[in-house]
């Protein structure tokens, strides 16, 4: 099994900062893509980030791009969401999620990835 576990979430006021960090341990594909999510109350778990097992390529939703980093640590297995200018409807459980290559489907798509951590919630205020 995979193991991954967020951390980094709470409660920040609009216009603030928060940096999550995720951690995968346990058996794992040498590249792996990594992404993270998030899901609001009522709504279904859309895609906010995500980069390539070398680095090289970042992807972002339109509502975040301009305003959080994705990064990675391969040395650690390690991936960072930085968020900047934080908005109340940035408010979600965020997820990290791991490919191990296993399904066929867009980077931006849940579908993709097979080991899901627990999610961190992040709670923007006005």
């Known amino acids: 099994q995979v193991h991954v576990v967020e951390s980094g979430g709470g409660l920040v006021q609009a216009g603030g900062s928060l940096r999550l960090s995720c951690a995968a341990s346990?058996?794992?594909?040498?590249?792996?893509?990594m992404g993270w999510f998030r899901q609001a109350p009522g709504k279904e778990r859309e895609f906010v980030a995500a980069?390539?097992?070398?680095?090289?390529?970042?992807y972002y939703a339109d509502s975040v791009k301009g305003r959080f980093t994705i990064s990675r640590d391969n040395a650690k297995n390690t991936v960072y969401l930085q968020m900047n200018r934080l908005k109340p409807e940035d408010t979600a459980v965020y997820y990290c999620?791991?490919?191990?290559?296993?399904?066929?489907?867009?980077?931006?798509?849940?579908?993709?990835?097979?080991?899901w951590g627990q999610g961190t919630l992040v709670t923007v205020s006005l």
């Open positions: 999620a791991v490919d191990l290559g296993a399904v066929v489907a867009t980077i931006t798509s849940p579908g993709r990835y097979g080991y």
């Open positions: 346990g058996r794992t594909f040498r590249r792996n893509d």
């Open positions: 980069i390539i097992w070398s680095g090289a390529g970042t």
